[in-house]
Each structure stands twice: as C-alpha cells, then as structure tokens.
C-alpha cells in the first residue's frame, strides 16, 4: 500500500469519527433542548443533565442551568409579589373604607334625624376626624409609593441625634404621664452629631415611641450606644404574644389591633425604607419578654 492509499485511509477515518462526533453532538443538543422546554412548559424544578463527556457542552449546560435557576427565582419572586400586592389592595380598600363609611353614617344621620344644634356640632367634629383620618392614610399611602419607587431625593446635614430623641420624646411626654408611664432615655454621650437627615430621622423616632404608646402598657426605654455604628435601641414590654416580630416591618402587616388603634400597618415599614435609605440598619427582637427595635446608623462624624 502506497503513502497515497494511507492518507486517504487515515483522512477517511478522521471524517468518520469526526461526523460521528457531530451526530452525537447534535442528538445531545436536540436532547437538551427538548429538555428545557419540558422543564419551561411544565414548571418543573429540574436542571439539565449532560449525557456525553465534552467540555464545550457541559458548559453550555451549565450555563442554561444557572439561566433556569434566575428565572425560578424571578417567577418565585414575582409571584410573592403578585401576592403581596392583592393583599395590599385588600388592606388599603379595608383601611379606606372604615374612616369614610364612617363619616357617610354620620352625615345620613345629620340630614335625616331631628338634631339639635349642639348635636349637629358634635357630629360634624366626629366627621372631621373621621376624614382627617382618611387623609392621614392617603397621605402614608403616596409617601410609601414615593419611597419604593425611588422618587424622593435625601439630604443630608450635620444633626445632633440626641436632640432629635429628646424633641419626640417631649412630644408623647404629657401622653405617657397621664398614663402614669415614662419614656427612658439612656445616652452616656451628651451630643451625637451624625450626617444624616432630620425629618426622616423625626418620622422614625416619632414612629416608635407613638407605637410604644399605643400597642404597649408599659415604660418606653430609648438606650444610645456608640459602637461601631450609633446604636439607638427601643424597648418595651411585648404585650402581644401574637406579634410575628419577623414580619412588622413588612408594608401593611397588622395584628387587627393595629387597625382598631388607627395603624395603616405603613408605619414600621416607612421606618424601615427611612433608614436603609440613611445607609442604616432596623431590626427587632424579643428579648425577656420586651420587644426591642434596634436601629444602627453610620457614625460618620466627630462626637463631643
């Protein structure tokens, strides 16, 4: 045999395995591909296997699985959203309704009944306060779309956090005193001056401490450390055993007596997007049966 028959017998073997390793390579795509778009069609929470042994593939599949598990999470994600928000609808129609139905009763019963002046006046108040309410929760609800849709721009100055602490607590103080409470404040240092914004910081005091007020029966201990970060802890007894503290942050969670004490159930949550967007942290805890919110926020600036 000639070196010309050789060659061609060898270039002829090469062609063979090299069309074959395209048969198995197409038959292996083909086969994917029919897997994905059962795992697609059928909402299924399988990956994609390889059955041959080829670099270029197995990271072609590794690829398309790491594509599956995004989208899963997108669709998971999506769909708890989907979720939340008819809960949403639900709470704000709930929410919006009472104050309102509220105030049309009153206003039948003034054009209907034989009232006497003095009737008629405690009525309207009871109206006014009625559609005050109602615009208090029009109000929360734009400020929290303004809030998770990113339209509010935050400014920062030097502040002074104790003074903004002690100007709350001043505040709800004839409130707690008639109730025979105290609200506690607990700072070694005299002045913390921090770069911060003082309404938002206002709205977060402001919220806790009337939250105290309301849903506890207990003294309200406000504490100031200085760590790593400024540390403002909030505490008071838990009087609600049922309280799922994971969630009280979340927009629109209410435990029924958050509605019967005039709670949107926005409260905690603007709280929470308030000092994220301070570049800040809020959690709570049970601690011996009190409930501690705990607020860290940057120490940016020089104490005195």
Known sequence: MDIRNIIIIILFIIASIAIIHLIVIKKELKRIAKKVNTVKNNNSNNLINSQISLKEVNQLIKEINILLKETKKVKSSYEAKTTQLKKMITNISHDLRTPLTSA?????????SDLSEEEKQSELHIIKERLTRLEELLNSFFEFSKLTSGDKTIELEEINLNSILEECIIHYYEDYKKLDREIILDSKISKIKILSNKEMLTRVFDNLIGNSYKHSNSNLNIKVEEKENIEII?????????????????EFYTVDISRTKNNTGLGLAIAKEFIENLEGTIQAKEKKDNLEVIIKLPNNLTKS
Not at 104 to 112: F, K, N, Q, R, S
């Open 234 to 250: 909030f505490s008071n007894k838990l009087e609600n055993q049922n309280l799922d503290i994971n969630h009280i942050f979340d």
């Open 104 to 112: 049309y009763g009153y206003v039948e019963m003034i054009l209907t």
